[in-house]
């Protein structure tokens, strides 16, 4: 007999044969065992999805307790020494690395749709000059809907791509138009004289010069960072992307529903928290105050950049990040805040409370300090997460629309509010 679980309920002694296929049962199966037929069927109670499978998917591969971390079967340590981001995004998308053709009809098609409509600068002017940069993207990724209502004919798979292009082409010029909007400074269009990280970094920092060039340490750096940032299974924000999207909308308001959600201080809002923590922390003399203060904080202060879901081992990203950071430095100089931070991890995971709960560095710890040190400001280090982890983002959401399995995206719930009770005038009520 095939493997199974024998469930027997104890109500009324019946005995169930629940189906065990790649190591999990469905859910749907428990719904046979009633005690009667008033009875809606055994669920399961699992609030925050700590153990329930929301999809089968082949695009990214975590093993948490050994701190592996694959995309489409490439560790991602090889994929950060010898690709590039749009390659990797390409493998995200179709399950296969590149050729040099592929990549050369890829990255033109990215070139070609980076420009923004005008209207959208027009859109953004509305903003206020302190407006948070995640609130801006969220907010003109959801504009792009209405510029693009084609995007509503999901099915097609040609129409699909289009705007895929569209929005991993389009990210990097929203981010810098963000930026230099509140600086009030001239927007720089998109250039196809650079790379996909190159063009990013020359549309933020580009002033009066006549040929601007790209440090291409800062630009490979910043590469690399986005290859560790694609795509990292069933997060919160790829969770949204996945739920908004079961419900057909278009793939902008999905992102936009997916960059939202990202933008949390427990999720890709910790890069920005890090630093804001390290800053509070300012000497390493503080350190041993502060994670006294975050033991007895009870969950209330964190540690930001540390602890995860999943990894219950070092993430396999911040180790990348760590070694990336002396490569930044020798061109940007030394940012005094990686010390704090190597301090902290030191004395972190020599400690109880942090070894005892398997608590790491995750990949906002050092990110930051990189993103710092190339001055981008400290609210902007989500809008850097956001930009590479469209690609993970658009890769998943086809893979919801190809998926026979796949439904609108509906979780139940125990109700235990009050049963009917009648409406008492408002006059009479206490
Ligand atoms: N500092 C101090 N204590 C922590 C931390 C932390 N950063 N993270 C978890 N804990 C404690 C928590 O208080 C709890 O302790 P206890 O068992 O005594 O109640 C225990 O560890 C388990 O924590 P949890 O909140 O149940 O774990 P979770 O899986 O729900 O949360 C997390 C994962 C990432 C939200 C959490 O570790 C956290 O808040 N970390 C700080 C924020 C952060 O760095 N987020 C970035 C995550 S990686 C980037 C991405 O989003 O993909």
């Given at each position: 007999m095939a493997d199974h679980l024998s469930i027997t309920d104890s109500r009324n002694g019946k005995v169930y044969e629940v189906p065990i296929q790649d190591g999990t049962i469905k859910?749907?199966?428990?719904?046979?065992?009633?005690?009667?037929?008033e009875d809606f069927g055994l669920m399961t109670y699992d609030p925050a999805f700590?153990?329930?499978?929301s999809c089968k998917s082949t695009i990214t591969y975590i093993d948490g307790d050994k701190g592996i971390l694959r995309y489409r079967g490439y560790p991602i340590e090889q994929l950060a020494e010898k690709s590039s981001y749009l390659e990797v995004a390409y493998l995200l998308l179709n399950g296969e690395l590149p050729t040099e053709g592929q990549l050369k009809d890829f990255t033109s098609w990215t070139v070609r749709h980076s420009m923004l409509h005008e209207n959208i600068k027009k859109f953004m002017e509305g903003f206020n000059h302190d407006a948070h940069p995640m609130g801006m993207l969220v907010s003109t990724v959801a504009a792009l809907s209405t510029f693009y209502p084609?995007?509503?004919?999901?099915?097609d798979p040609d129409v699909r791509r289009r705007q895929i292009y569209r929005l991993i082409a389009k990210m990097p010029t929203i981010g810098a138009y963000g930026y230099r909007h509140r600086l009030g400074l001239p927007y720089v269009y998109p250039s196809e004289e650079f790379s996909y990280t190159g063009n990013f970094l020359a549309m933020m920092y580009k002033r009066l010069e006549k040929d601007y060039k790209v440090n291409p340490v800062l630009e490979r750096a910043l590469d690399i960072l986005f290859i560790l940032h694609a795509d990292h299974e069933q997060n919160c924000g790829t969770n949204a992307m996945r739920s908004i999207g079961s419900s057909y909308a278009d793939p902008y308001v999905s992102c936009a529903g997916a960059a939202a959600a990202l933008y949390g201080p427990l999720h890709g809002g910790a890069n920005e928290q890090v630093l804001t923590m390290l800053r509070e922390i300012g000497s390493k003399e503080k350190i041993p105050a502060f994670i006294k203060d975050v033991k007895e904080g009870h969950g209330e202060k964190r540690l930001m950049g540390f602890g995860h879901r999943v990894y219950k081992n070092y993430d396999p990203r911040a180790k990348i990040i760590k070694q990336t950071a002396e490569q930044v430095f020798s061109v940007t100089?030394?940012?005094?805040?990686l010390d704090i931070a190597i301090e902290l991890e030191r004395i972190a995971l020599e400690d109880e409370y942090f070894v005892k709960r398997k608590l790491y560095p995750n990949v906002d710890f050092y990110s930051g300090i990189i993103y710092q040190a190339m001055g981008?400001?400290?609210?902007?280090f989500t809008v850097l997460f956001a930009i590479p982890r469209t690609s993970g983002w658009l890769a998943q959401w086809e893979e919801l629309l190809q998926?026979?399995?796949?439904?609108?995206?509906r979780p139940r719930q125990i109700y235990l509010g009050h049963q009917t009770r009648d409406v008492v005038p408002i006059g009479q009520r206490h």
């Open positions: 859910a749907m199966d428990l719904r046979q065992i009633k005690t009667g037929p700590m153990n329930t499978a084609d995007a509503k004919q999901i099915h100089g030394r940012n005094p805040l981008f400001p400290t609210d902007a998926d026979s399995d796949q439904k609108i995206a």
